[in-house]
């Protein structure tokens, strides 16, 4: 069972909810998946809209615990203002939060990331920092009071897959109580086992699934690499070496010439 | 007065949020509100008196990753 700030889900995958073909098919992807987490975020409704009525009623039904975003916030006062409105449409204390610094790359403001953590945990909530894999950042991070790490892999969307497999293992070496998700980069499900077999607890995905060919089928796919991934950092993997080992004992070998 | 709602600007002759809010069709529970910067709670909205050139702000759930 994975501990996210005292809650236990059994599905270490959280699933994003955009850019999917239609609500069904987004519907049937969470469900495939087993995901007990989904991050959703808020936007402007038009005046007399149903939009968000509409998306709001079908994650109800989904049944799923919501983790809602400040995707889009470039300034630590947009970010808490968006946290404090997300917990008011849906009576969670528990934010993903984003500062982004760079408009290409989307890379996390740090700086103003540690800030807006430090002042919702203040507010009481339970943040889950989107961040770099900065060990310093994520020292400071906890020290605002966060209790979770969600370091990227790579730049949102891209699906490039881990690119700095080192610093991953060196956050997870730092930090062995805290629970450790890998948000942002994933591009398919090896990727995903990669960095479960490094010991995270978690794998936070949106576009991977979302931009498959068969939504449902690719998030099924990444549960059950993620599942393998957790299993063999469990089991103990062994080393790679540079010479051959035999597998097979040469004690009783036949001798034919 | 003036008011800008979601970034657009509007005449209006509502008192309160929640009389802006039902003016032009805004209904729901899943809708959070912000008036300056600052959130407005749902039970507050009838209270938040609103004045010329106020910005106010409805969000609603939308996808998100």
Redesign the interface.
Known sequence: MLELYGTRVSSRLLLGTARYPSPAVLAEAVRRSGTEIVTVSLRRETAGGRNGGAFFELIRELGVRVLPNTAGCYSVSEAVLTAKMAREVFSTNWIKLEVIGHHDTLQPDVFGLVEAARILVGEGFEVFPYTTDDLVVAERLLSAGCKVLMPWCAPIGSAMGPQNLPALRAMRADFPDVPLIVDAGIGRPSHAATVMELGFEAVLLNTAVAGAGDPAAMAEAFANAIEAGHAAFQAGMIEPRDMAVPSTPVIGKAVFS | MTLI???ETLESGAATLSELLLA???E?E?????VN???V??EDRSTCRLSDGDRI?????????
């Open positions: 709602v979601n970034g032009l069709e805004y729901g899943w809708l959070a509100t912000a910067g600052e959130l709670h749902r702000e409805v969000l609603s759930p939308m996808q998100g990753g």
